[in-house]
């Protein structure tokens, strides 16, 4: 397991202007790059707390998880995973950088609120791909002021979609998370954060309309 100096890992100046930019591109309310220095800290807590069994795969992962963000696109993940292994190409090829792991981890977030603790029987490190998809996911647990600028900031980049289908779509997603019997697939973050998670989406839907 790694240690929290281990996971440091600077980009170069040319990659992570490249990076910045490509969250740049379109505006986005929410998905952009202050939802990776978020999911930067919450990297770090693990770290920290329980380690990282690939800690520079993960990392890499989540800075490049929404990279490529087009809500009315559906291969989102798919296109962020494929910049990220060019990415690692051009910038790190001589790092000894697993680029199918960084790429698998990036193409499982499209799956968020429909795999289980038990999916992943398969995988190398397990506790990695649970914990990475948690930190993506701990948004959900957050404050309610930090919670409610989270939902307003997705709104905001479905305002292409007619409101009365978007908050049907959206309420419809909010209850499945409530639906599920846990949201983290982490017994470490489920076990932090599953209540306050609870607590904000049933107001999320409650106020939906």
Not at 59 to 84: F, K, P, Q, T, V
Not at 173 to 200: C, E, M, T, V, W
Request: hydrophobic letters at 45%; proline letters at 5%.
């Amino acid at each position: 397991m790694s240690n929290p100096e281990s996971t440091v890992f600077p980009l170069s100046s040319e990659m992570q202007a490249a990076l910045e930019s490509a969250y740049a591109t379109p505006p986005r309310a929410y998905h952009n790059f202050g939802h990776v220095e978020t999911l930067l800290r919450h990297f770090d807590e693990v770290a920290a707390r329980d380690g990282w069994a690939q800690p520079v795969e993960v990392r890499l992962a989540i800075l490049y998880h929404d990279a490529i963000y087009d809500a009315r696109a559906g291969d989102n993940e798919a296109r962020s995973a494929e910049l990220a292994v060019e990415s690692i190409a051009r910038w790190l090829p001589d790092a000894g950088i697993d680029a199918g792991r960084v790429a698998d981890l990036i193409r499982l977030t499209a799956r968020h609120g429909q795999l289980s603790a038990d999916d992943f029987a398969d995988d190398p490190h397990p506790d990695d791909a649970r914990r990475f998809l948690d930190c993506d996911m701990a948004i959900l647990a957050a404050d309610d002021v930090a919670f409610d600028a989270y939902d307003r900031g997705i709104a905001a980049e479905y305002r292409h979609v007619p409101r009365w289908l978007y908050a049907v779509n959206r309420r419809r997603f909010l209850k499945s998370l409530l639906a599920r019997p846990r949201i983290y697939l982490d017994d470490g973050f489920h076990a932090r954060l599953d209540a306050q998670a609870r607590h904000n989406l049933r107001r999320a839907v409650t106020t939906k309309r």
